[in-house]
């Protein structure tokens, strides 16, 4: 690819895919120059200019190596870019855990979920080459996207506070994964990581032990046709196996709390002629394992809830370039995740859980056996619930870019067909079975226990297709798959001048439930004393409401001097509901309003998108030439986030739904400060201080209000996920070829480094309350002592440190690496007992009632109830070494 300069010397090159180029200028009667390690990003300008020099003076070729701009004009937002080399040679690893440690996002340890700005999990939309991996029904990032295969990924772009207008459904960040791809040259890697140099339970080097973790990967890349970059392939593939997939810095080893997953990637590159390029690729990703909970992991670990989840993403992108000016992008996604969980012995034999004859642990049939002491689980104690899902949707996307003067105008648009299946039941009861006779004495067995599905049979044994007949007489009680739709259209103008740049864009979102609902919430079978007024029917229900919203986008950056520049950002942000809040089983809506049975939450297929309202304005400025601080102020109003309330009075009974309620308010700075490599020596520091507030932290945060039915808080107060100081410290040095002390003429130390990741924030928001027993007694409501959410835990903090040398052996390279985590063993404390604020310390057994108990039941009792109050779940990360080696070419 190329272009040929204007009059005056300038010049533009479209439709560059992010990656590392050479660039080489040339004009006749002027030496050729050639600029290498030119480092592209998606959707940024790179400017880079040249300096030819006349023929006639006798020189060579010029060849000049090319620096990442430490101040990028036309960032009109805040934006942090990582490259394949530069997390390679970070002391972590995964995606996620990159995106983490970045300014203005919290990250809880041992945790996917990412907080950006003070938003909730599913604000954050998370892309792998163009194609979005949120899981649908969650709204979250999919678990595979933090398991993607480091050594795969070639960019790792975070956008935090506002986007242009060509990406949609995120309201607090944008993070999107570039993988590799090939080119002429063939490459390679090979890659394995351990702890089992030490044994579980053995100590190394103070508080270091084996907690089974092992990865194994391996890369791959190149021309199909030797020499020729017309035709290239990229593969992936990832093997891990972890003992204890959630370490603690309490607790060792957990017992059946493994996970076992496959990750392969792959991209096929084709340039049948320069002007076109056709790529196909996607991931596969497959874990299994076990998830450890802490009333059973002392006797019952066998029954530990197990999981079974595969994920697949698959695009075929076409880009042509119409003209040196204008190219078109056509894009055909997929994207499928299915999720399963039930107990651990048990899983999906859903008969097998309540049944004497299976299970002799049961005390009869269908009923666990009591806690020990009202404490713990006893051996046998079956997880009573066994969930399923198969979440895909079938995308199309497209857009026209077309540089015209200054102007870079694109047009584009988008468009996701959902096809969503679910079931969730309480297997136990199944096993009591039925004496009806009826034709429909099966189905009424399952919605008993409380069966919840869509798109599956009602006992889950096999998929269906098709429209329901939920209210046709029979014994299939058949309910379809749901078919959301979501679509956009955009426009944007990004404009370049030498002293200015604006981004300037609308966007338009379309989303469709294409669900029921009821039509009047209050009676939702019909008004008492009408004609069918009690019953579910179909003239019950109607269709639900399609929304269309519109959202300006506005941005701009100028430089205030040659080595300073100013931005600012508003826009409005918007999110499509996860769709656990919007799809709904009607199975499920006759089962909890009819009967009521416990605290009842029926989705809502009306709720509206949730918005933020956002506004930035940053400053950049180099100190050096090989250093720069950037200072960004944020300011965030949210509103129409989901909440749970209570419909009441209700006919035939009252439920609780959810309704776009919730609202925000978040403000802070961002203080970045990079040192680019000098000596050997780079630097970046990150400090966000923010203040998240807000009237709920999840749409289940007012859940126990709505149940008890008491009035529903108006004032906003800190967020579960506020954290007032927030930061990380990363510090690498490296030594190159040929560097370091001399012995003789060997340099010992010679590509040798070492990687530095001090984090550190200032502790989790709680509300203090009485001391109360956490564990039984029936206690419906905790009276609290203090504001809500206004203690906090001690300060968290972690230093990870990674120390690799490199050794050349022909053409092969072998990189050798010890990697620590949580070098100085912190404890960090990241949830606690409300009524004494200690992560091991209900302070129950010390008041009466707890003291009298003691007595009764003796001091067996007093260390189990002990034990459990220990909770490891309450720390963060143990201190780990690691060892790993990579060899690649």
């Not at 997390?87 to 990250?107: F, K």
């Not at 205030?560 to 799809?583: K, N, S």
């Amino acid at each position: 690819m190329g272009a040929a300069s204007g009059v005056d010397g300038s010049y533009f090159i479209l439709n560059v895919p992010p990656g590392t180029y050479t660039l080489r200028a040339s004009y006749v009667g002027y030496r050729e120059v050639t600029i290498s390690n030119v480092k592209v990003s998606a959707d940024f300008t790179t400017e880079i200019n040249f300096a030819l020099i006349e023929e006639s003076i006798e020189l060579r070729e010029v060849q000049i190596i090319a620096e990442r701009p430490l101040i990028q004009k036309d960032y009109t937002n805040t934006v942090r870019t990582q490259t394949y080399e530069e997390i390679a040679n970070l002391p972590i690893r995964g995606a996620v855990n990159v995106v983490g440690v970045q300014a203005s996002v919290v990250q809880d340890e041992g945790s996917n979920n990412l907080y950006i700005r003070g938003g909730r999990p599913n604000e954050v939309a998370y892309f792998v080459d163009g194609v979005a991996v949120n899981n649908p029904l969650a709204g979250t990032g999919s678990a595979s996207f933090a398991n993607l295969n480091t050594n795969s990924i070639e960019e790792l772009q975070v956008q935090t506070g506002g986007f242009n207008a060509e990406y949609g459904s995120a309201m607090s960040g944008l993070v999107s994964l570039t993988t590799r791809q090939a080119r002429a040259n063939y490459f390679g890697s090979v890659e394995a990581i351990t702890d089992n140099l030490i044994k579980p339970g053995d100590k190394f080097f103070g508080p270091y032990t084996s907690f089974g973790y092992n990865v194994y990967n391996a890369t791959f890349g190149g021309p199909i046709i030797p020499g020729k970059d017309m035709l290239t392939i990229f593969l992936a593939v990832e093997r891990q196996f972890l003992r204890d997939n959630d370490p603690r810095a309490i607790g060792g080893i957990k017992p059946n709390s493994s996970l076992s997953s496959w990750n392969v990637n792959g991209k096929l590159s084709a340039k049948p002629i320069p002007e076109i390029q056709m790529l196909l690729g996607g991931y596969y990703y497959g874990r299994e394992g076990n998830n450890w909970d802490n009333f059973r992991r002392f006797r019952a670990w066998e029954n530990h809830q197990r999981f079974d989840n595969t994920t697949y993403s698959g695009y075929f992108k076409f880009t042509q370039n119409i003209d040196p000016k204008t190219f078109y992008t056509a894009q055909v996604s997929y994207f499928r995740e299915d999720l399963k969980s039930g107990d651990g012995r048990w899983f999906d034999n859903l008969l097998a859980y309540g049944d004497t004859a299976i299970n002799p642990f049961l005390t009869s049939q269908a009923t666990n056996p009591g806690a020990v002491y009202s404490t713990i689980a006893p051996k046998g104690h079956v997880l009573d619930r066994f969930t399923k899902s198969k979440s895909e949707y079938i995308g199309f996307n497209g857009d026209i870019t077309s540089q015209q003067g200054n102007h870079l105008l694109k047009l584009g648009g988008e468009y996701r067909y959902y096809i969503i299946r679910r079931f969730t039941v309480n297997p136990m009861g199944l096993a009591i079975g039925t004496t009806s006779t009826a034709p429909d004495a099966l189905w009424r067995l399952y919605r008993a226990n409380n069966v919840e599905y869509y798109g599956y049979t009602y006992d889950g044994s096999y998929e269906v297709s098709g429209d329901d007949n939920f209210f046709v007489d029979g014994n299939d009680k058949k309910e379809g798959p749901k078919h959301p739709v979501y679509g956009a259209f955009y426009v944007q103008d990004k404009i370049e001048y030498s002293d200015l740049v604006l981004n300037l864009g609308a966007r338009l979102d379309y989303f469709d439930a294409n669900e029921k609902v009821f039509k009047d919430p209050y009676n939702p079978y019909g008004e008492r004393g009408t004609p069918g007024g009690g019953v579910f029917d179909p003239g019950d229900i109607e269709d639900s409401k399609a929304t269309v919203t519109v959202s300006p986008r506005l941005g701009f950056s100028f430089p205030i001097t040659d080595r300073a520049v100013f931005h600012a950002q508003y826009g409005i942000f918007l999110a499509q509901p996860p769709l656990q809040y919007v799809l709904a089983s009607k199975t499920w809506l006759n089962r909890m309003i009819v009967d009521a049975p416990f605290s009842t939450k029926i989705p809502n297929p009306n709720l509206k998108p949730e918005k933020t309202v956002a506004y930035e304005f940053g400053f950049r400025q180099m100190i050096t030439d090989q250093a720069a601080i950037s200072i960004t102020a944020f300011y965030k109003e949210v509103k129409d986030l989901i909440q749970s309330r209570n419909i009441q009075p209700g006919y035939p009974n009252g439920y609780e739904s959810y309704i776009n309620t919730d609202y925000g308010t978040i403000k802070g700075f961002d203080i970045i400060f990079e040192l680019r490599r000098t000596k050997n020596f780079a630097a970046t520091v990150n400090y966000t201080l923010s203040y998240a507030m807000g009237t709920g932290s999840d749409p289940l945060t007012q859940s126990r209000i709505a149940w008890i039915q008491t009035e529903n808080p108006k004032l906003i107060a800190p967020l579960d996920f506020d954290r007032r100081h927030n930061g990380s410290i990363n510090l690498d040095y490296r030594l190159g070829a040929n560097e370091g002390p001399k012995v003789g003429d060997i340099y010992p130390l010679e590509k040798f480094g070492i990687n530095a990741l001090f984090a550190f924030n200032s502790g989790v928001p709680y509300t203090q309350s009485i001391i109360y027993n956490p564990f039984f007694g029936g206690v419906t409501e905790i009276r609290p002592t203090g504001a809500i959410n206004q203690a906090y835990t001690p300060w968290n903090f972690r230093l990870d440190l990674k120390i690799d040398r490199t050794f050349n052996f022909k053409n092969v390279s072998a990189n050798i690496y010890l990697w620590w985590i949580n070098v100085l063993d912190a404890k960090n404390v990241f949830s606690v007992y409300r009524g004494t604020g200690e992560p091991n310390n209900s302070g129950w057994l010390s008041t009466r009632e707890g003291q009298e108990w003691a007595q009764l039941y003796g001091q067996e009792a007093v260390d189990i109830f002990r034990a459990r109050e220990n909770n490891p779940a309450n720390y963060g990360l143990p201190a780990q070494m690691r060892f790993g080696i990579r060899l690649y070419y």
